[in-house]
């Protein structure tokens, strides 16, 4: 929010260069996200896009930017059609399914919620105003299946964020299809004029009876809810083109404004050394690997662990290797408040000073997640040696624990310890209140609270050694 906020680096597609991030207003940062398309259940490629995404919006929130993030649901899509009708359900009513089972799986990963999540049917309106601009302005016409392209030679900025070159452009070559050959440069479809196997998908518009093409509702839903220059895009690689690229081209020809400031691309995802596909039997969705027991948490860490910028392989070892690792940062917390000692070496507060400016270093650095990742652990170790030989303050400890609920502001992995710690002192608390209160014969009290525990699941048995409690076992 000031003047002297420190600079985050990012490396931005478009320049092919790591820049200071400079955003559009001081403090405030714009962030569009392409989202899922509402087909199928996303499978861990789409969530290490999420989940990178996550990291820089986390990032940016700590470093004091007020940021608006915006990610769209594509409900509307060649695919979404065809399985749908494969299925035998209304458009709506299917994607709506698989809306639902996506936020069921950013919440278990614990991804934070974007502020808005537009859906493409509820803004047919602005994508025909754009559309309309276009063909005002010459940049698009309508073939002779009735559909409206884009017309690609028209625009000399094509090919500025993919580097594909458009001199190869064959004359009046295009496409309707949302997804194409990644190679070629081609007139793409705005709107698309309803065919039979449309079914009853279509809307009747003065561009004719159809739907929109799917790179034209990224135009419209970013620019509605960021303006028509706003500071980040982000995506996965197999996005840039012809997704990205073409959602640059209509944007920029629509309204004259430079669209995006910071183009940012994560790599792809392998599993186990192999392209990730249904042929290879290595496909998974987060909840195939839920299903094998693992937790979410342990998942959220194996793909943010990785640079967003290098190629990812999953596999099941490192997902083996995550489980150690969430657990011992877990571990680490829950030592913290159980620290009681008094002597002190003074060596803790430099050690902090040292975690923090490293994880900074390296998070302003185009978040440089492995070298954060390794301080931390770093910290971690010689913070337990000392802990290991008594010699932490009670204040020590405290200290640290806040530190660490900072940095799980950004890493997001430790999260449940603090909840289950503070749980557990609050109900710490009310057995000593109740045992209070029945030495002073308060049974009232003493009832009341033992049903304040109940309710929270907690049961209490009087034991030789005093009371003590458990949770209820729940079915
Ligand atoms: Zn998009």
Not at 129 to 154: E, H, P, R, W
Not at 264 to 278: A, D, F, T
């Amino acid at each position: 929010m000031t003047a002297n906020q420190p600079c985050i680096c990012l490396y931005n597609t478009l320049t092919r260069k790591k820049e200071a991030f400079a955003p559009l207003e001081v403090g405030k940062a714009k962030l569009y996200t392409c989202g899922p398309t509402v087909y199928d259940y996303a499978h861990i490629g789409n969530f290490r896009a999420f989940l990178f995404e996550d990291l820089l919006k986390r990032w940016l929130i700590y470093r004091e930017y007020q940021v608006t993030h915006v990610m769209n649901l594509t409900d509307i899509d060649d695919k979404t059609i065809k399985c749908s009708q494969k299925q035998g359900s209304p458009l709506s009513q299917f994607t709506a399914f698989y809306v639902k089972a996506f936020f069921e799986d950013i919440q278990s990963l614990n991804i934070q919620p974007a502020n808005v999540y537009p859906k493409a049917t509820e803004h047919i309106p602005e994508m025909l105003t754009i559309i309309k601009t276009l063909m005002a302005k010459g940049f698009a016409y309508k073939g002779q299946d009735n559909s409206i392209y884009f017309s690609v030679c028209k625009f000399p900025d094509y090919g500025k964020l993919s580097h594909i070159k458009v001199g190869e452009l064959k004359a009046g070559a295009r496409v309707c299809q949302d997804e194409y050959t990644k190679e070629e440069a081609q007139d793409f479809a705005l709107w698309k004029a309803w065919t039979p196997e449309d079914g009853d998908v279509f809307w009747e518009t003065e561009l004719g009876k159809g739907r929109p093409g799917w790179h034209i509702e990224c135009s419209a839903m970013s620019m509605k809810y960021l303006g028509e220059t706003f500071d980040i895009h982000c995506g996965g690689v197999d996005n840039m083109f012809p997704h990205h690229e073409n959602e640059i081209a209509q944007s920029e020809a629509a309204t004259g404004k430079k669209f995006v400031n910071y183009w940012m691309h994560n790599e792809h995802l392998q599993v186990e050394g192999k392209k990730m596909s249904k042929r290879f039997g290595n496909f998974y969705t987060l909840r195939d690997l839920l299903a094998k027991g693992y937790d979410p948490i342990v998942i959220r860490y194996l793909l943010l662990s990785t640079h967003y910028r290098q190629q990812f392989n999953f596999t099941f070892e490192g997902l083996e290797a995550s489980k150690a690792a969430v657990e011992r940062l877990r571990n680490f917390v829950r030592r913290l408040h159980e620290v009681e000692g008094e002597r002190s070496t003074g060596k803790v507060a430099a050690l902090t000073v040292k975690l923090e400016a490293c994880l900074e270093g390296s998070l302003d650095d185009d978040l440089n997640i492995a070298i954060a990742l390794s301080s931390v652990f770093d910290f971690v170790r010689e913070m337990n040696a000392l802990l290991d030989a008594n010699l932490v303050t009670k204040q020590e400890a405290a200290d640290v624990g806040g530190l660490m609920i900072r940095i799980d502001g950004v890493l997001g992995i430790i999260g449940k310890v603090e909840v289950e710690v503070a749980l557990s002192r609050a109900i710490k608390e009310l057995v000593q209140k109740r045992e209070a209160a029945r030495k002073a014969k308060n049974w009232k009290e003493a009832d009341e609270i033992r049903a304040q525990l109940k309710a929270m699941g907690i049961v209490l048995e009087d034991t030789a050694q005093g009371i003590r409690w458990h949770k209820e076992k729940t079915a």
